[in-house]
């Protein structure tokens, strides 16, 4: 497929997308919470799919209408064995390793060979020979029980998040210590608050987690508009035009709406605002000096190779781009 792009002045009104991160987090939610749920500002994607698809062997039932989608929780039940799709999905299948076998004796993770080049390592020392990973294929057998959970968090916040759902299911209040650089700290921040708003009590002091398990409650709630996705109009709207960017909360935890303070800086620290890297480095090349990026190693394990993805393109265009140990 070609596509042409005439040079315009942009204008008018954009809604952005419903958070993908968020309504994960909310959808694991819903299919935890014994009865019915709804999710407002929804926006159906594979990924959000594939999630919520993993919990149909569980008893769960959904009906999406229009942005609207309702969760029936009544009949979640455990099963035997399980086989679960992850499809492209890291945070279907990071979120679920841990929370699933739960309700399992057996659970197989399946996916495309994209996701399985991502890490898993931190699962692996956690379960250790509970969880068999071969090929497109993960097998966990056991959950991980214990009082005091220890995880590295400088991988990916997607591991703390996956065993935050761990701990609150079950029946012993219990503690997470994120060892390590946290990577993308707000997103724990995002797993905390969507649980607060289903009944959970968790607590967090900077590397620690606090979890009082309580009974997992349904609720009724909106899905705010995604900072990662709006910073493509937010980049645009700088360097062509205003345009009128709909939907997004101000008062968000979404750490990437901090596009705005990041756009002219000299140096830009990309640890906890890795998703933002792409479009940040084209706006870079608009600029007449030379914009220098940290912490860009996350990049490389995302569905492909970010950087080099982006220095390819940019170089076509006459910019010049380069990378060398993780700057």
Do not use: W
Request: charged share 20%; net charge neutral; hydrophobic share 40%.
């Amino acid at each position: 497929m070609k596509v042409i792009i005439y040079p315009s002045k942009t204008k008018g009104k954009v809604r952005v997308p419903c958070s993908k991160s968020i309504a994960h987090r909310y959808i694991i939610c819903a299919c935890l919470a014994k009865g019915i749920s709804k999710i407002e500002n929804y926006d159906e994607c594979i990924d959000t799919l594939s999630t919520l698809n993993a919990f149909l062997p569980f008893g769960i039932k959904y009906k999406i209408s229009g942005k609207c989608l309702t969760i029936d929780s009544t009949n979640f039940h455990s099963v035997d064995e399980v086989v679960i799709d992850c499809h492209e999905s890291a945070s279907t299948i990071r979120f679920l390793i841990p929370l699933l076998i739960n309700y399992a004796n057996k659970v197989t993770f399946m996916g495309s060979e994209v996701l399985f080049s991502r890490p898993m390592d931190e699962y692996v020392r956690l379960f250790g020979s509970n969880i068999k990973i071969s090929g497109n294929e993960i097998v966990v057998t056991k959950t991980v029980d214990s009082d005091t959970i220890y995880i590295d968090g400088s991988i990916s916040s997607q591991f703390v998040t996956g065993m935050i759902f761990n701990q609150v299911v079950k029946a012993h209040p219990s503690t997470i210590i994120i060892q390590g650089n946290i990577a993308s700290s707000s997103y724990i921040d995002l797993t905390i608050d969507a649980l607060g708003k289903f009944g959970q009590n968790i607590k967090r002091d900077d590397n620690v987690i606090y979890i009082i398990p309580s009974s997992i409650k349904p609720s009724n709630l909106e899905v705010e508009g995604d900072y990662t996705q709006a910073s493509n109009f937010i980049v645009l709207s700088k360097i062509n035009n205003l345009v009128d960017i709909v939907g997004l909360n101000k008062d968000s935890l979404q750490n990437d709406k901090l596009i705005y303070d990041l756009l002219d800086k000299d140096e830009i620290d990309l640890s906890n605002n890795i998703d933002l890297g792409p479009v940040l480095f084209a706006y870079a090349a608009t600029l007449p000096k030379t914009t220098k990026f940290t912490n860009t190693s996350r990049l490389i394990y995302k569905e492909s190779n970010r950087v080099l993805a982006m220095i390819d393109n940019l170089v076509k265009f006459g910019i010049k781009a380069e990378v060398k140990n993780n700057i």
